[in-house]
């Protein structure tokens, strides 16, 4: 299979680059002094494209690789990969779901405790000597808070077990009510989060759920309310987002993805009730490994005419 | 005004030093009791008690300063101590026990607080939450950079030391994380079915993470000594929320330094508020100023059972905390 050429458009893990290339022919585009040169010079023989959370394969990319037979993502989410194109024209596209679920569900619940507990803001206050001239100030109690989540599958599923064991009451969004469910549902995210105190973002980034947490949504949280965001950025209308929380229209907010990453509102920067993380839900040694062998599992059974083992399409 | 005269019918409780947001104690109970206040008096202490509190019969402790046999001794009537805090380290318990001085404290409603602390520390140190933080607001994220790995928190053994009722919030907390739970204290507890170790260091060889919620006695003076921190391993983190004594605080600075311990999560220190300032360096340790029980919804239940304590008191009624000889 050494032959088989694997473009990968940006460096995401150097385990997952190693192995690719002892298997297949990799080609790193950010390598390349002139991308649309290179893309060019090796469309027909790229057969495979290995993308993630930030760079997938575009309807242009996809339009420039005749010979493109696979999209494999080192992610769960697929909304940078034009699905409808590849179904068009029978390009299989794999995830890495199941493995990242956990990651993602303890990162939420660390930035709710980091938000209202102000766990990074009494950090840096000792390290910057304060504690000396006189105490930290009261935060806000997170055990039994009602937790509301946009998207009740594997990720929000996972969040709803962790904190119900901090006695919280769950309450959640979805497109339709899940019947196997004991949360309570309701079947307008303004509803949802006129009705809970900690609002997550658990949902797949497409059409519909683009900026789904928007100014309205925002203000029904309130100034008490605390916004989670482990799904994508596009998922929230950011400078409503900014604007909410400088105004103390909304409580707090705990963002681990942003519309132009790595870009992050310098608003953001000052405030005490917002912690800010570099999207690093799945970024634990053992689940990127995990993820990798994944994306290496489903292209060579993609090579081997075997089933894949995470389809999308 | 006249404190001594209009409210000498108020049964009286003594406040050496205030405990925090003492104003509300007064503003919601001052028609209840009438406090004596030992700060506010020009008279040194022990004047002040010998003019005043001869015949006190009870005392609202700030949770800091130490109740001992000197002060016990100038109190001749205390029949009561009441902690707004969960801690009764400040209290010669003995002391108390022998003069005929009940005790009651803040029982459990601070528990769910300090658990969440305790397992917001982990996941910090785990995650790298407060330094990842640091770095996004200092802008150093850029294309070009990519952050450190974090590790998992599934699969992770937890050595619980000092399964009381933070320690079992604790337990309770981790084990929907896929955590495995184990535990030292002082004795077995038949309720529950995690794996007991009668040692301190044999639990931290099993362990990948230590949390520390027992209280600070005599036994558990420097408990978490050279010894276990070793045995608990290079990648191995410590979690204290109990009482920063119960940790040999220069060992484990030392054992961070060289990195024979992986991390550390702190909300309590040997001499706070003073840190010993290797810790600053270190992006492997999170730093929490004593904030455990410290949220607006703790403090009020703090408030409330201290009351509830003191009014059964007055009333011969059965106290809802007080603390226990075992």
Known sequence: MESICVLMPIPMNSYLEQELQKRFNLLKLWTAPQKPQFIKEHADSIRAVVGNSAAGADAELIEALPRLEIVSSFSVGVDKINLAKCREKGIRVTNTPDVLTEDVADLAIGLMLAVLRRLCESDRYVRSGKWKRGDYKLTTKFSGKTVGIIGLGRIGMAVAKRAEAFNCPICYYSRTEKSDTKYKYYPSVVELASNCQILVVACPLTEETRHIVNREVMNALGPKGVLINIGRGPHVDEPELVSALIEGRLGGAGLDVYEHEPEVPEELFGLENVVLLPHVGSATVETRKEMADLVLGNLEAHFSNKPLLTPLV | MAHGIIHSHLPRVLVVRPPDSFYLYQSQHSHKFHFLKAWESPLPLDQFLSTHARNVQTMLSCGRFPIDVDLLCLLPSLRLVVTPSAGLNHIDLSECRSRGVAVANAGSVASCDVADLAVGLLIDVLRKISVADRYVKQGLWTSKTSYSLGSKLRGKRIGIVGLGSIGQEVAKRLEAFGCSISYNSRKQKQSFS???????????????????????????????????????????????????????????????????????????????????????AMDNVVLSPHRGAFTHETLTSMREIAVGNLEAFFSNKPLPSRVMDD
Do not use: W
Request: glycine share 10%.
């Open chain 2, 194 to 280: 995690y794996p007991f170790y009668s040692n301190v260091v044999e639990l931290s060889a099993n362990s990948d993470a230590l949390v520390i919620c027992c209280g600070l006695s005599d036994q558990t003076h420097h408990l978490i000594n050279k010894e276990v921190l070793l045995a608990l391993g290079k990648e191995g983190v410590i979690i204290n929320v109990g009482r920063g004594a119960i940790i040999d605080e220069k060992e484990m600075v030392q054992c961070l330094v060289q990195g024979d311990i992986g991390g550390a999560g702190l909300d309590v220190f040997e001499n706070e508020p003073s840190i010993p300032k290797e810790l600053f």
